[in-house]
């Protein structure tokens, strides 16, 4: 069997499996997964992705980036990756206890968008949109200059809207299993809209969660 064929017979398998497991989301929501499970929590941990919005000039590369974050008070953040360039050179500071200063350089020559993810954990109980705030952000490139036309942005309430439409529905729900068997690449406006636990990808209790908002429980 040549590798096209088989390559393809693997896709029809996954969309198989993908469809009977929508199928059985529907009648496993109320029997398995407890209300409380969409319940903000004291204690948390989790995954704040943020990444580079805007146009960068022609023949222009991202050398580094430097922000604040400003965290809910008992949140402290314990790593950072850059998952854009795993061989950045990367700091953080606590600098106050709702508060962290962030810096990444020696970014690699050829890059030209940061996908950051900031690891928290700790213990609060607000919410999780207006409590993780970006200040004092610059972008800068591989020689050392501000890019003015390239800012930082991020969202940890994910919405649950996959396909941009403004609704979450049960196709919402199955874009996130395609993602999470790996149909469809994963994407920095992915896991702010479809990472619902918090976790940094997205796996098929994202897509849970998303088909339990889809139908209201």
Do not use: W
Not at 157 to 168: A, E, F, K, R, S
Not at 176 to 203: E, F, W, Y
């Amino acid at each position: 069997m040549g590798n096209a064929k088989r390559s393809s017979l693997e896709n029809i398998m996954k969309l198989h499996i993908i469809n009977l497991f929508a199928s059985l989301l529907l009648m496993l929501l109320i029997s398995v997964v407890p209300d409380t499970v969409m319940a903000a929590s004291p204690s948390f941990s989790g995954t704040l992705p943020i990444l580079t919005t805007g146009t960068i000039p022609s023949n222009t590369y991202i050398g580094g980036v430097q922000f604040d974050v400003s965290l809910p008070s008992g949140i402290t953040v314990s790593n950072v990756i850059n998952n854009s360039d795993s061989g950045s050179l990367i700091a953080f500071n606590q600098s106050s206890p709702t508060s962290a200063r962030i810096a990444i350089v020696n970014v690699n020559q050829n890059v030209t968008n940061l996908i950051i993810m900031v690891q928290c954990s700790g213990s609060f109980s607000g919410l999780l949109l207006t409590d993780f705030v970006i200040s004092n952000a610059q972008v800068i490139d591989t020689g050392g200059n501000q890019i003015s036309s390239v800012s930082l942005t991020s969202s940890y309430n994910p919405d649950g809207d996959l396909n941009g439409d403004g609704l979450v529905q049960s196709v919402d729900a199955l874009l996130a299993l395609r993602l999470a068997v790996g149909l469809d690449p994963l994407s920095a406006n992915a896991l702010i809209h479809g990472d619902m636990n918090g976790d940094g990808k997205i796996t098929s209790a994202d897509a849970l969660l998303i088909l339990r908002k889809a139908v209201g429980l």
